[in-house]
């Protein structure tokens, strides 16, 4: 037969240059410095006020998006398995009752008995977060031992968490919280908080074994387990940290309200899965980092604040926030879509 | 250039332009991030004919072929069916112009049924626009009796064996009764009864005078099926030739632009002591009082037809579905495998049949796909991975089984299919396992890169591993077992010595 020439191997593969792909969280960074330009340039249009030097707004902006970003910290590792957690708006108002509860003065009653001294502050913190940590187990092992469907597992956790919240009092708000509790949602602190989770847990989702197993579940359970992870073990860890995380939040939102009520966090799941999935965690698990989960809550946040501070009505603020949460979803599509194309 | 459109509307009106090709592509490129994976490659498939693609692991034969039917699109080239020029847009469009494909990695629905997944999006309906359930199992019992396929449509896909899922695939590119049909690696999961069956098919939509791609690893089938045979290497277009007209050797020749010549170099090696014992494993309904030894040392050969229960041995010893009764013992220990966690800590690996559902970790990267089988206590302390140590085991294991990958950050999907395949062959070798389980190891994996793969075997056995290997090639299975495992139905038929064993003696027993 007639060979051809064969040419010779090419080397084809351009090894060298390793090529770090751009994180995507530079996406959402730029889209979120982009929303915060657009208020401020509405800002002096309509108002003649700056939106963003304005100490005092930032402030309580970077107050409220703490709570939330907690939270979603721990929602954030739920997602990237691959599961949901419905649970944690409820918990948080578990938790805030439970702390709330161990938290009070006890000025009056020393009236009466003068003995009586407050309760240490680690008492009421170690109880909302144990009472949360104890829910996210139950989700855990929910899903881990029955195999039911995160979805259901933690939509029950979230309507019987309110449940308990509101028996616990007989729906009565506990207020007159001593002053050392108070002081942990005061100032600056809320804030520190939260970044000291988001640190952790990034560290933890990129350097660790935990980390490793918690993208390995979400990607592909079945091939998780054949290699050798324990899926069932790992996710009650990942759903007890998502636990843990709000009762955090349930105890700094009640120390920074001075009170504790079973309303408080309702609707927050929602806030905090729209946050990781503005932040790029993917619903279909193994996708998502916290970097982009905090750029996310700070997103939503700076909406909230700027609507506030056009004074817009909170309902067109709702209208746009669910905008912004499909737009996220479809645009997180049409990436994957081009990478795959390429 | 026409529209696909205007051809469809050309195609339905049966006034197909005649030319002697079915399909000429020419000077197509394309480029991903980091590789070209074609570069001014052209290939032209004639009416009634079977075109074999051959070529090395990442050589670009599936990127053309998803080129062809619509998946990506080039960065330049041109494109004529039926003598016209024309563009395609989508897999759909692709559809719609009378080009079906099979892809290398199966594509189904695990929770549908079969006759679902096959008329996806063309299901019947009754007179309220809903799917009509009858009509939807007659149509598919028709086409199976067509192709001579015994599977229950009705039947859930996630219950079938990867074989049968195989069958699924071709009878649903076949339904499409497309003019042109592209097989990317049909046989990889198969046996040789089922490639049979599936030759029949080819032979027969041949003689309809449709086009049919194929793309494999196999020589033996290149010879038996093809007309003519184009090689493509490293991206480039190497050359077309009838098939009657080139030996193996050229083949492999033009591929590797180097001889190969010893195919299945295996060592032969002291057999040491008994390490794995099994005795009466039985998995009600699976496979029933399953007893054998392997040794140190040890190549055992699993052989079998499809759904004769080696796969789900293979399961049962890895603790992915425990058997029911029956007895395991390693060393001498007697174990209760019940996960696959179990396995591993008593020096157990298994590289499972199918990459997409129980191997890769498709969005994640290759670095991260390699070391998951591996990070225990050795690269783990305080619960930190040490990172740069694996990172750099797995480059050296990148190395050794020469993974064709820019980085190890690319995502896995990314990879070409036999790519893919070493990856997850270098997962378990990273965790020096003394009990290695391997079902269809070179599945998908190129002639070069398989003689590689048996040398690692080899050397592994000779290290004093025991290694337990099922697999449905022939000469694979008599080139490097010691003995021979036969399965029939769930049941042991019989043992043979390398020394005795003939594909002739393993079919005697695995057909009864
Ligand atoms: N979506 C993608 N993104 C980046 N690179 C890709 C992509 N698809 C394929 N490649 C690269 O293109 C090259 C050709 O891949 P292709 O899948 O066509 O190989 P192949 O010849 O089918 O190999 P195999 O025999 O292993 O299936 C490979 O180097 C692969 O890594
Ligand atoms: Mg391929």
Request: hydrophobic letters at 45%; a neutral charge; glycine letters at 10%.
């Amino acid at each position: 037969m007639a060979m051809e020439q064969v040419t010779q191997p090419a080397q084809r593969l351009e090894r060298p240059q390793r090529r770090r792909k751009l994180p995507s969280e530079v996406n959402i960074f730029l889209v979120l410095i982009g929303i915060a330009l657009i208020f401020e340039i509405l800002g002096w249009i309509v108002t003649g006020q700056s939106f963003l030097f304005n100490r005092q707004r930032l402030l309580v902006m970077i107050l409220q998006v703490s709570v939330i970003g907690i939270i979603s910290v721990g929602v954030t590792q739920v997602i990237i398995t691959g599961g949901i957690d419905l649970s944690s708006g409820s918990v948080v108002g578990l938790t805030a009752m439970i702390a709330a509860s161990l938290a009070q003065t006890s000025d009056f009653a020393r009236a009466v008995y003068p003995a009586l001294t407050d309760m240490p502050v680690l008492v009421p913190i170690l109880a909302g977060l144990a009472a949360g940590t104890v829910a996210g187990l139950i989700n855990g092992s929910l899903i881990a031992y029955t195999g039911i469907p995160p979805f259901i597992a933690t939509l029950g956790m979230m309507v019987a968490a309110r449940g308990v919240a509101k028996w616990y009092t007989r729906g009565q708000p506990v207020s007159m919280l001593s002053d050392n509790y108070a002081t942990i949602g005061s100032g600056i602190w809320p804030v520190v908080i939260f970044l000291v989770v988001a640190l952790i847990f990034h560290i933890a989702l990129r350097y660790t074994r935990y980390g490793k197993f918690t993208y390995a579940i979400g990607a592909n359970m079945q091939a998780a387990r054949v290699s050798g992870i324990n899926v069932g073990r790992h996710l009650i860890k990942v759903y007890a940290i998502a636990g843990l995380l709000s009762g955090l939040a349930g105890v700094v939102l009640s120390a920074r309200a001075i009170s504790g009520q079973a309303g408080m966090g309702v609707a927050y799941e929602l806030d905090a899965i729209a946050a990781a999935v503005i932040g790029g965690t993917s619903l279909s698990g193994g996708v998502g980092r916290i970097t982009g989960t905090v750029i996310g809550t700070i997103i939503l946040g700076v909406m909230t604040s700027g609507f506030t501070f056009l004074r817009i009505d909170a309902y067109y603020q709702e209208i746009v926030k669910g905008i912004i949460i499909v737009a996220a979803v479809v645009a997180d599509q049409y990436r994957q879509r081009k990478r795959r194309k390429a | 250039m026409i529209s696909p459109v205007t051809m469809r509307a050309v195609r339905t009106a049966g006034a197909i332009p005649n030319s002697e090709f079915l399909l000429e592509v020419e000077g197509v490129r394309k480029a991903f991030p980091g590789v070209v994976a074609l570069d001014d490659v052209s290939f032209r498939l004639k009416r009634g004919s079977v075109h074999a693609l051959m070529g090395e692991n990442g050589a670009g034969k599936s990127t053309l072929m998803k080129i062809i039917a619509g998946v990506y699109s080039p960065d330049s080239g041109s494109f004529k069916l039926r003598g016209n020029e024309i563009e395609l847009n989508s897999p759909l469009d692709a559809l719609e112009n009378g080009i079906a494909m099979i892809h290398q990695e199966l594509n189904l629905m695990p929770f549908m049924t079969v006759a679902e997944n096959i008329w996806i999006r063309r299901e019947p309906k009754n007179a309220f626009g809903f799917v009509d359930h009858r009509a939807l199992r007659d149509k598919t019992e028709e086409l199976f009796d067509r192709l001579n396929i015994r599977i229950d449509p009705e039947i859930n896909v996630g219950e079938l064996s990867v074989a049968n899922r195989q069958m699924v695939e071709i009878a649903k590119a076949v339904s499409y009764e497309s003019d042109v049909l592209i097989m990317d690696e049909p046989t990889s999961a198969l046996t040789e009864r089922e490639v049979e069956h599936l030759f029949q098919i080819i032979r027969a939509l041949k003689a309809e005078g449709k086009g049919i791609v194929y793309i494999t690893h196999k020589m033996n089938e290149l010879f038996e099926i093809a007309d003519e045979v184009s090689v493509f290497r490293d991206g480039r277009y190497i050359g077309t030739h009838k098939a009657d007209d080139v030996t193996r050797d050229d083949i492999i020749h033009m591929m590797v632009g180097r001889e190969i010549t010893q195919m299945f170099p295996k060592e032969d090696v002291p057999i040491g002591d008994v390490v794995l014992s099994v005795r009466d494993m039985t998995l009600k309904g699976v496979f029933h009082d399953i007893s054998f030894d392997v040794r140190a040392g040890e190549i055992l050969g699993l052989a079998g037809l499809v759904g004769s229960g080696r796969s789900n041995v293979a399961e049962a010893l890895f603790g992915v579905t425990p058997a029911t009764s029956g007895e395991i013992s390693i060393n001498g220990r007697t174990v209760d495998i019940r996960t696959p966690a179990i396995a591993m800590r008593n020096g157990m690996a298994f590289l499972t049949e199918d990459r997409k559902d129980t191997g890769c970790f498709l969005v994640l990267d290759i670095l991260e796909n390699m070391q998951m089988a591996v990070l225990r206590d050795k690269y783990v302390s305080r619960g930190f991975v040490a990172q740069a140590e694996v990172e750099r085991e797995c480059e050296q294991m990148r190395e050794a089984l020469r993974i064709k990958t820019p980085d190890l950050n690319e995502r896995i999907e990314n990879l070409s299919g036999g790519n893919q395949q070493k990856v997850l062959i270098g997962r378990w070798l990273l965790t020096r396992p003394r009990i290695l389980i391997l079902d269809e190891p070179t599945r998908g994996i190129d002639v070069g890169a398989k003689a590689e793969i048996h040398r690692l075997i080899s050397k592994l056995a000779s290290d004093g591993v025991a290694v337990i290997m099922i697999s449905s090639e022939m000469p694979e299975v008599l080139g490097m077992s010691d003995r021979i495992m036969v399965m029939h139905e769930g049941r042991v038929t019989g043992f043979l010595d390398r020394a005795e064993a003939s594909q002739v003696k393993i079919m005697e027993l695995a057909a009864q």
